[in-house]
């Protein structure tokens, strides 16, 4: 099952590696990660989207939070969230489908950021379903290059999982 | 006030109380070399920066206080690497600092310019780059705070040279600034109460003590327990003197070479007590056929340890000193009868032994050591066979007094750890015991020894093999046995060139009194007992075997 974690580090140089590197060695599966400072110039968010059953998810939050510039993990796979990837698709738009490709990014709510003579790049944001349906109705006309941000997810409502609480334990257990 | 970056190291190392670094010179470290010239800081010239990593982890271990190595950059800092690795795996308080080549030069492959932060991210606890000069004395504040509490473990203070030259304002560290880093001591009371609910319901519990006990100190709340249930006490090879070797509850180590009354009581549990613990795949052998009867009670200040390898019905984070005090508090004594006639029974049956053929053997030098020290040296080893056969032979009773490589298994830590060991605890009797295959991986430290006039005694088990090497060739490799046989230099000549004393020892009569003059001997002394080539380690697990099922 795919766990999404919500991990909050200190802004200090080499955090990423520090994080990466943990999952490599010591075998974890990383499915997306995406990173970018907070409301707090100082600390960073991760969104860390890991591929294992929860024996192995609490494996991997237990040995994140080891590492000293990790301030907080939350798994926020269970609770109700928001989350959003953004994707840019850079398409062949021959003049007979630019109609038919204009039509789809209406549909999707997509936006045109780019036009060429024969290409068109959109961008989209959404959860990983609706980023995928865009992309199967755009195959057919060719995709030319693609690249997706990776998920960022926040929990609804009023609950956050980006302050320090003093007992970490109770989000990884 | 201003300092050089090298001064405000020293002043902050000394405000840490760090009174002994271990180290070696070199390019990007010479301005701290420099500044150590007019500091109170005693260091100690190792000839290699492996061995100053050890001597540092031998000092700690022996101390219980945080060692300190220091390596130039590049070379220097990657020869640390072995030591910090294995510091990481055994939970030794250490910093290393490495010297850097200036902040200008970084990044660019220059001269003796090696990305040690990187390196070593995976052996580390923590590490620091120092970037900005005005963070030095917080640096060295938190790596030592990080190093010390917790889980203990190694913390790299990386230095730019710029930035050790460089001349900047001082200020004593102020706050620490760590908002991640907040680990738990004590254990959650109502996990204490679950446990002792088990403890009170269990009819044949053991408790299973690791090097956790010895670092938090919790040796005393370890015997109150065991006395207390009368439940009987097995030891890892870093939980070895945590619990007193001799006493009547002791069953010694478990797993691989463990006896094989500590496995067979782990295999016929219905509860096993984990304190500071980790279940290493050494004392678990095959996890299906492990305590499978029993009830897990773990007791750790590391939560990823819970769960990592054998699943845990009762866990409980926190010290171990604290924890075994809040389950003193609310347990009953008692105990059946039953296990502790069944565990006597099996004492009785399966006790260790040895074929004693009248030729010089490992086990019976080991048993020397010990009766000629009154049990009061403190021994460190190499990795193999002498130190399977220390775990078994020499009788630990005290905390902080058996020091080995457990998790790395390095050869070659022995040597530079006794020196360590001997720093700091200039008065007490140190015994490295090694191998002949081991003790040439750092005997280069002999000098350092003879240099500072460090009475340690090395006591060299040669059988002209790598010993384990050669025994898991003998047992599953069907005796083809690849690169094992070794030709030695004449140690007895080698100790004498280093300047220390040498004596080779071929008959059972010559032990007691090469024994007995290394011991009075102030200067470091090397013995060469040219032991039986062809024994063995016994008893032995097979590599994924169940640790109920030994040979020998």
């Given at each position: 099952?795919?766990?999404?974690?919500?991990?909050?580090?200190?802004?200090?140089?080499?955090?990423?590696t520090?994080?990466?590197?943990?999952?490599?060695?010591?075998?974890?599966?990383?499915?997306?990660?995406?990173?970018?400072?907070?409301?707090?110039?100082?600390?960073?968010?991760?969104?860390?989207?890991?591929?294992?059953?929860?024996q192995?998810?609490?494996q991997?939050?237990?040995?994140?939070?080891?590492?000293?510039?990790?301030?907080?993990?939350?798994?926020?796979?269970?609770?109700?969230?928001?989350?959003r990837?953004?994707?840019l698709?850079?398409?062949?738009?021959?003049?007979?489908?630019?109609?038919e490709?204009?039509?789809?990014?209406?549909?999707?709510?997509?936006?045109?950021?780019?036009?060429?003579?024969?290409?068109?790049?959109?961008e989209?944001?959404?959860?990983?379903g609706?980023?995928?349906?865009?992309?199967?109705?755009?195959?057919?006309?060719?995709?030319?290059?693609?690249?997706?941000?990776?998920?960022?997810?926040?929990?609804?409502?009023?609950?956050?999982?980006?302050?320090?609480?003093?007992?970490?334990?109770?989000?990884?257990? | 006030?201003?300092?050089?970056?090298?001064?405000?190291?020293?002043?902050s190392l000394?405000?840490?109380?760090?009174?002994?670094?271990?180290?070696?010179?070199?390019?990007?470290?010479?301005?701290?070399?420099?500044?150590?010239?007019?500091?109170?800081?005693?260091?100690i010239?190792?000839?290699?920066?492996?061995?100053?990593?050890?001597?540092?982890?031998?000092?700690?271990?022996?101390?219980?206080?945080?060692?300190?190595?220091?390596?130039?950059s590049?070379?220097?800092?990657?020869?640390?690497?072995?030591?910090?690795?294995?510091?990481?795996?055994?939970s030794?308080?250490?910093?290393a600092?490495?010297?850097?080549?200036?902040?200008?030069?970084l990044?660019?492959?220059?001269?003796?310019?090696?990305?040690?932060?990187?390196?070593?991210?995976?052996?580390?606890?923590?590490?620091?780059?120092v970037?900005?000069?005005?963070?030095l004395?917080?640096?060295?504040?938190?790596?030592?705070?990080?190093?010390?509490?917790?889980?203990?473990?190694?913390?790299?203070?990386?230095?730019?040279?710029?930035?050790?030259?460089?001349?900047?304002?001082?200020?004593?560290?102020?706050?620490?600034?760590?908002?991640?880093?907040?680990?738990?001591?004590?254990?959650?009371?109502?996990?204490?109460?679950?446990?002792?609910?088990?403890?009170?319901?269990?009819?044949?519990?053991?408790?299973?003590?690791?090097?956790?006990?010895?670092?938090?100190?919790?040796?005393?709340?370890?015997?109150?327990?065991?006395?207390?249930?009368?439940?009987?006490?097995?030891?890892?090879?870093?939980?070895?003197?945590?619990?007193?070797?001799?006493?009547p509850?002791?069953?010694?180590?478990?797993?691989?070479?463990?006896?094989?009354?500590?496995?067979?009581?782990?295999?016929?549990?219905?509860?096993?007590?984990?304190?500071?613990?980790?279940?290493?795949?050494?004392?678990?052998?095959?996890?299906?056929?492990?305590?499978?009867?029993?009830?897990?009670i773990?007791?750790?200040?590391?939560?990823?340890?819970?769960?990592?390898?054998?699943?845990?019905?009762?866990?409980?984070?926190?010290?171990?000193?604290?924890?075994?005090?809040?389950?003193?508090e609310?347990?009953?004594?008692?105990?059946?009868?039953?296990?502790?006639?069944?565990i006597?029974?099996?004492?009785k049956e399966?006790?260790?032994?040895?074929?004693?053929?009248?030729?010089?053997?490992?086990?019976?030098?080991?048993?020397?050591?010990?009766n000629?020290t009154?049990?009061?040296?403190?021994?460190?080893?190499?990795?193999?066979?002498?130190?399977?056969?220390?775990?078994?032979?020499?009788?630990?009773?005290?905390?902080?007094?058996?020091?080995t490589?457990?998790?790395?298994?390095?050869?070659?830590?022995?040597?530079?750890?006794?020196?360590?060991?001997?720093?700091?605890?200039?008065?007490?009797?140190?015994?490295?015991?090694?191998g002949?295959?081991?003790i040439?991986?750092?005997?280069?430290?002999?000098?350092?020894?003879?240099?500072?006039?460090?009475?340690?005694?090395?006591?060299?088990?040669?059988?002209?093999?790598?010993?384990?090497?050669?025994?898991?060739?003998?047992?599953?490799?069907?005796?083809?046995?690849?690169?094992?046989?070794?030709?030695?230099?004449?140690?007895?000549?080698?100790?004498?060139?280093?300047?220390?004393?040498?004596?080779?020892?071929?008959?059972?009569?010559?032990?007691?009194?090469?024994?007995?003059?290394?011991?009075?001997?102030?200067?470091?002394?090397?013995?060469?007992?040219?032991?039986?080539?062809?024994?063995?380690?016994?008893?032995?697990?097979?590599?994924?075997?169940?640790?109920?099922?030994?040979?020998?």
């Amino acid at each position: 099952m795919r766990h999404t974690l919500a991990v909050t580090v200190e802004n200090n140089p080499g955090v990423l590696t520090r994080v990466a590197g943990l999952f490599s060695r010591r075998g974890f599966n990383i499915d997306s990660l995406a990173v970018g400072r907070t409301e707090n110039p100082r600390i960073s968010r991760m969104t860390i989207i890991v591929e294992g059953d929860d024996q192995v998810v609490e494996q991997v939050a237990k040995q994140l939070h080891k590492l000293v510039d990790v301030i907080k993990i939350s798994d926020i796979t269970r609770s109700p969230y928001v989350d959003r990837e953004l994707v840019l698709i850079k398409v062949n738009a021959e003049p007979a489908s630019r109609a038919e490709i204009m039509q789809l990014v209406d549909i999707f709510r997509a936006r045109i950021v780019d036009v060429g003579p024969k290409t068109l790049t959109v961008e989209v944001t959404g959860d990983e379903g609706k980023i995928d349906a865009f992309e199967q109705s755009l195959r057919p006309f060719g995709i030319k290059e693609l690249v997706r941000t990776g998920k960022i997810a926040m929990l609804r409502g009023i609950k956050t999982s980006s302050k320090n609480n003093s007992h970490k334990e109770e989000d990884t257990n | 006030m201003k300092l050089s970056g090298a001064e405000i190291l020293l002043k902050s190392l000394q405000a840490e109380g760090v009174d002994t670094i271990f180290g070696y010179p070199g390019g990007q470290a010479l301005p701290i070399y420099d500044a150590l010239y007019d500091s109170d800081i005693r260091h100690i010239l190792t000839r290699h920066e492996q061995g100053a990593a050890h001597a540092a982890d031998g000092y700690a271990r022996a101390t219980g206080r945080p060692g300190v190595c220091l390596a130039t950059s590049g070379p220097g800092a990657t020869n640390l690497v072995t030591g910090i690795a294995n510091a990481y795996m055994d939970s030794v308080p250490m910093v290393a600092i490495t010297g850097q080549v200036s902040r200008a030069l970084l990044g660019r492959d220059s001269f003796q310019e090696a990305d040690i932060i990187g390196i070593t991210l995976p052996i580390t606890k923590h590490s620091y780059l120092v970037e900005d000069p005005s963070e030095l004395a917080r640096v060295v504040k938190e790596a030592f705070h990080v190093a010390t509490t917790g889980r203990p473990g190694p913390v790299l203070i990386d230095m730019p040279k710029d930035v050790s030259s460089g001349m900047f304002d001082y200020e004593a560290s102020g706050e620490l600034q760590l908002p991640g880093y907040s680990p738990v001591k004590d254990g959650e009371p109502g996990r204490v109460l679950e446990a002792a609910r088990a403890i009170a319901a269990s009819k044949r519990p053991v408790i299973y003590a690791g090097g956790g006990v010895v670092i938090s100190g919790a040796h005393q709340e370890l015997l109150q327990l065991a006395e207390l249930l009368m439940a009987p006490v097995c030891n890892t090879l870093l939980g070895m003197g945590s619990f007193p070797g001799n006493h009547p509850l002791s069953l010694g180590m478990l797993g691989m070479h463990g006896t094989k009354y500590a496995n067979f009581a782990v295999c016929e549990c219905d509860l096993l007590i984990a304190v500071g613990a980790r279940f290493d795949d050494r004392v678990t052998g095959k996890l299906e056929t492990f305590a499978p009867e029993a009830k897990v009670i773990h007791i750790d200040i590391d939560p990823a340890e819970i769960g990592k390898n054998v699943r845990v019905d009762i866990p409980i984070v926190g010290d171990v000193k604290r924890v075994l005090s809040q389950l003193l508090e609310v347990l009953q004594p008692g105990l059946g009868e039953a296990w502790r006639d069944r565990i006597q029974t099996w004492k009785k049956e399966y006790p260790l032994s040895y074929c004693d053929n009248g030729r010089l053997k490992p086990q019976a030098i080991i048993k020397e050591i010990y009766n000629l020290t009154g049990g009061a040296a403190r021994v460190t080893t190499e990795v193999g066979q002498h130190q399977m056969w220390t775990a078994q032979y020499y009788t630990f009773t005290k905390p902080r007094s058996f020091i080995t490589s457990g998790g790395l298994g390095t050869m070659g830590f022995g040597l530079p750890a006794a020196i360590g060991v001997q720093v700091g605890c200039p008065d007490e009797v140190v015994f490295d015991i090694a191998g002949d295959g081991s003790i040439q991986m750092n005997i280069q430290e002999l000098c350092t020894a003879v240099n500072y006039e460090l009475p340690v005694n090395v006591a060299i088990l040669d059988n002209g093999v790598l010993g384990m090497v050669r025994q898991w060739q003998e047992l599953f490799y069907n005796r083809r046995y690849s690169q094992t046989e070794l030709s030695n230099p004449d140690f007895v000549k080698l100790a004498e060139a280093y300047g220390a004393e040498g004596i080779r020892v071929t008959k059972p009569a010559e032990v007691a009194p090469a024994l007995e003059q290394a011991i009075r001997s102030s200067r470091p002394v090397m013995i060469d007992f040219v032991v039986d080539r062809e024994e063995n380690v016994l008893p032995m697990v097979p590599p994924g075997g169940s640790i109920g099922k030994m040979l020998g």
